[in-house]
Nanobody
Framework: QVQLVESGGGLVQAGGSLRLSCAASGRTSGSTMAWFRQAPGKEREFVAAINWSGGSTYYADSVKGRFTISRDNARNTVYLQMNSLKPEDTAVYYC????????????????WGQGTQVTVSS
């Protein structure tokens, strides 16, 4: 079992930055971690993913060049640095984990946090 707890969300003006954190407990070794987001009235969408070693990352086109995913396995924590935020980045951001398979769809991930709200004002 894996427990995931996100933090770091909040209200920020367009062009600003936020760093989200996801603290993991339980089994974490070998996990691929990802961030997803869900805006009101929209489906949950993939944002970024990182493999266990941190040597491989993958981003949605909408955030490429603005967001950076990283992880500190010694601290069992995954981060999402979000720069140049836009109003369309407003959503609840979720941390997710998987231990097998491939893919960047929500159903590829088995473990989820409760989410943290990010609101970007124009």
């Amino acid at each position: 079992q894996v427990q995931l707890v996100e933090s770091g969300g909040g209200l920020v003006q367009a062009g600003g930055s936020l760093r989200l954190s996801c603290a993991a407990s339980g089994r974490t070794s070998g996990s691929t971690m990802a961030w997803f987001r869900q805006a009101p009235g929209k489906e949950r969408e993939f944002v970024a993913a990182i493999n266990w070693s941190g040597g491989s990352t993958y981003y949605a086109d909408s955030v490429k060049g603005r967001f950076t995913i990283s992880r500190d396995n010694a601290r069992n924590t995954v981060y999402l640095q979000m720069n140049s935020l836009k109003p369309e980045d407003t959503a609840v951001y979720y941390c997710a984990a998987r231990f097998s398979g491939r893919g960047y769809r929500s159903y590829d991930y088995n473990y989820w946090g409760q989410g943290t709200q990010v609101t970007v004002s124009s």
